[in-house]
């Protein structure tokens, strides 16, 4: 089974997080960087062209075999699925058509999260503000592990069960750490999602649902996609919470891996990230960082010092509501 990982606890720190004034001085500095806020023309054309991809290979795999529903749910559908998870991850931030359509935004987060086959956008919606606003605030950002799972998962084995199983803790996490009550876009992207599920099901047999919901669990466990779950704010360096990744697989995730520069800019679409990186440059360039997300997943499962305790934690007072 391995060594137990020598951490026993979060790290607790007592600061602010380090976001809030970097932007300010980036933003004194660079002002021109704020003309790169404002909504990516291109993201509803790209997210609609991978839907649709995905439908038509819906009725491509319907005659399949078992195990080539599975193989290629994950080498080609998971990882379609895992990308239009982080496109609803931007669209969240209402990059896709602008903060003044919001409602454009949550509908077309809908939309993208057909062929997860799972209903999510909403929810994540819901509590990614949160992960933003209070980062690493105890019992208020749910990407936070829990204690059960930072003393439980300690083990080589268990951490790469506990990888396999992330989509599961990231599903029930939120229900224990930071319950809120069910919203009314919940319930309608519940019904869009299922409804869909079911004439898929009503044309094309379970095979085709099998391979969208099997390709996703799939794909946001155990996968070199999934790397970006564990680079972006596990403490590898004390004193570090948050880390970006420069590598080629940010071509497939809406450069999700421009992560310090994502929670200094939320609002940037992540089509522009490089360019804050490239106008400011000194604040980013001697940040430690990730070279790869492979990498990452080998040196949290077989590192003893590393696992689901390895995150910053802190105490956040509730900021009023507008």
């Known amino acids: 089974m391995g060594n137990r990982v020598t951490r026993e606890d979060f790290e607790w720190v007592y600061t602010e997080q380090p976001h809030t004034q970097r932007r300010k001085e980036i933003l004194a500095k660079y002002p021109e960087i704020k003309t790169l806020m404002g909504p990516d023309p291109h993201l509803k054309w790209i997210v609609s062209g ?18 080539w529903i599975f193989f290629w749910a994950y080498a080609f559908g998971g990882c379609i699925n895992h990308s239009l998870t982080l496109a609803i991850h931007d ?30 956008s909403a929810s994540f919606k819901k509590y990614h503000i949160d992960h933003h606003r209070y980062l690493g605030g105890d019992s208020l950002d749910v990407d936070i592990p829990t204690d059960f799972e930072g003393w439980f998962f300690c083990t080589p084995l268990r951490k790469l069960l506990w990888l396999f199983l992330q989509p599961l ?54 996968h070199p996609i999934s790397g970006h779950f564990i ?3 596990y403490m590898f360096l004390k004193g570090y919470e948050t880390y970006s990744y420069y590598g080629p697989l940010n071509w497939l995730t809406f450069n999700v891996g421009y992560h310090m520069e994502h929670h200094d800019f939320p609002s940037i679409p992540g089509c522009r990230l490089p360019m804050v990186k490239k106008i400011a440059a000194e604040y980013y360039d001697n940040l430690p960082h990730h070279q790869s997300w492979i990498r990452v997943l080998w040196d949290f499962v077989f590192d003893d010092t590393l696992g689901p305790y390895s995150r910053v934690k802190r105490l956040c007072k509730l900021a009023k509501e507008s």
């Open 169 to 222: 803790f990231y599903s029930l996490r939120p229900l224990y750490v930071n319950p809120k009550a069910i919203t009314r876009m919940e319930i309608l992207n519940a019904l869009v999602q299922f409804s869909v599920d079911l004439i898929i099901y009503y044309l094309w047999g379970l095979k085709p649902v099998i391979y969208l919901i099997a390709g996703t669990i799939l794909c946001l466990g155990f």
């Open 91 to 120: 669209i969240s931030h209402n990059v896709a058509f602008g903060n003044k359509q919001a409602k454009w935004n949550r509908w077309f987060a809908v939309f993208a999260n057909l062929p997860i086959g799972i209903p999510y």
């Open 231 to 233: 680079a972006e704010h």
């Open 50 to 67: 991978m839907v649709f991809m995905q439908l038509l290979a819906c009725y491509l795999v319907k005659d399949l075999s078992w195990k």
